[in-house]
């Protein structure tokens, strides 16, 4: 109702979602189609694009092409949206939304967790908009940008320091962007969501005490009130985006925790090395990590009814949103 209800102005414009295979990613790209908007779904799995593209609704008229892509890469990047352009007409619209989580004590991660979650999240969004930046200038519309950032990204997240840091990371490079490429026609909305029921959890990898994390992270993933419908969180995000917003934090628990860090950065530091005491205590410094959908139910009891009692809703909407393969 909410896409029905919205203002008709991206009618005939092109977009590009990067990320956009499943997840919050293919929502995003949906809710643009229904808003009239020819898109562009990326992504570097070419079948997870090819299930993702008949999954996706597109009203009468509206123009969905996929395109392999890793968006690490620049020269790749570049190309997609030269193609991209040529076969619309222009761009008008990027979202860059590609990322990875990994889900761990640091002593269980190390140094190239941290690289390879830079590498996907924030160079994959310095890469997209950088290249994006020359057509969205040219776009009759005025163009729009928007990278998706994270609550984690304004308030370190524990067990989640390689995806908080790249999320932070992006999330100055949105504020950024915003002054500098206003002369230019364009506007830059920085989205910070905080937990939503996309499913993601079946794709973020997990290392040290594997059924714990994946427990702890699925069950508060999923959990109602705490996480937001996905579908309500794209529909907020395409409006954003289409009223140029400078900044959107998604979830009142995401906008009251970036509210009381940035009040008392100290005492949100003191609660969350509390809260981190209910975590799983490092292992033996195993780095091996293992995305959750391989992992199957926890053996212990305890993680097994927290894990059942947290992500039903999550495990629900996996399936819909191409979490699965089919």
Not at 6 to 12: D, K, N, Q, R, V
Not at 293 to 315: F, K, T
């Amino acid at each position: 109702m909410a896409s029905m209800l919205a203002s008709p102005s991206l009618t005939g414009l092109s977009a590009v979602v990067t990320g956009g295979s499943r997840g919050l990613g293919l929502l995003l790209a949906e809710e643009l189609a229904a808003r009239h908007c020819d898109v562009t779904i990326v992504a570097r799995d070419a079948a997870e694009l090819g299930r993702a593209d008949t999954l996706l609704r597109r009203p009468g008229g509206v123009r969905v092409r996929t395109a392999v892509c890793d968006v690490r890469d620049r020269d790749a990047v570049r190309e997609m949206l030269r193609d991209t352009a040529g076969a619309f007409g222009g761009i008008d619209l990027v979202i860059a939304n590609a990322g990875i989580i990994q889900v761990a004590p640091v002593d269980d991660l190390g140094a190239e967790a941290f690289e390879s979650a830079l590498d996907s999240i924030f160079k994959g969004a310095l890469y997209t908009s950088l290249e994006a930046l020359p057509y969205l200038r040219r776009s009759p519309a005025g163009g729009r940008l928007a990278l998706i950032g994270s609550v984690g990204g304004l308030l370190a997240a524990p067990h989640l320091l390689p995806y908080s840091c790249a999320k932070a990371a992006v999330g100055a490079l949105a504020e950024g962007l915003h002054a500098e490429a206003a002369r230019g026609g364009v506007s830059v909305t920085a989205v910070h969501p905080g937990l939503m029921r996309t499913g993601s959890h079946l794709h973020a990898r997990f290392g040290g005490d594997q059924e714990r994390e994946f427990a702890w992270f699925s069950a508060l993933a999923g959990m109602p009130v705490v996480s937001m419908n996905a579908r309500r969180a794209a529909d907020r995000i395409v409006t954003a985006v289409q009223r140029r917003r400078t900044r959107i934090v998604l979830t009142p628990v995401a906008r009251a925790a970036a509210v009381v860090h940035g009040v008392a950065p100290g005492l949100t530091t003191r609660m969350t090395t509390l809260a981190t005491r209910a975590l799983p205590n490092p292992t033996d410094g195993r780095r091996r990590l293992t995305e959750g959908a391989d992992l199957g139910p926890p053996a212990h009891p305890v993680a097994r009814r927290l894990r059942a009692w947290g992500s039903a809703l999550n495990d629900k909407v996996a399936g819909a949103y191409n979490q699965r393969a089919a």
